[in-house]
């Protein structure tokens, strides 16, 4: 019974919190087009977990849940970055996209992935692993289009 009441007695500073998050992201949307914030949005509560609290990525246009970025590998960029892009992105639309939309031969017969995501994975991996250059983190990302467009070909 105390365990109730304890909860109960901790549930206005609850809502209070969970209104303030509200606010930001209401307010960030004003910063932002209709169209990729719907995205990035819809990117992040895809996710299965109950999501808590989201945490905004370098450029305040891309969400991720706080829970599941502390979860990504942070030992090497190289591992970072391309878990990173797949919170971020389907796994799906990493292996039928590229970052510029296209193939090898240079046509364009992929869908390109959304700059602003790309942008703000690039800015979060440097963040987070300082004297990391901006090819570095899209070559991680490109090879993780690679290996995702040929894991979906095998069956």
Known sequence: MAEIIDCLRELPETLKLMKDCIAKVNASMTHVSDNSMSISMSSAMSSSESEGEMHFLPGKSVAVSKRSLLRLNRTRMTVFAPELAVLIFSKDTLANSTLTGRNGRGDMTKGQLDV?????????????????????????LRKKCNNEHFSHKRP
């Open 116 to 140: 602003a995501k790309v942008l703000a994975i690039t800015d979060a991996v440097i963040e987070e692993f300082p004297g990391t250059t901006v090819s570095e983190v899209r070559a991680a």
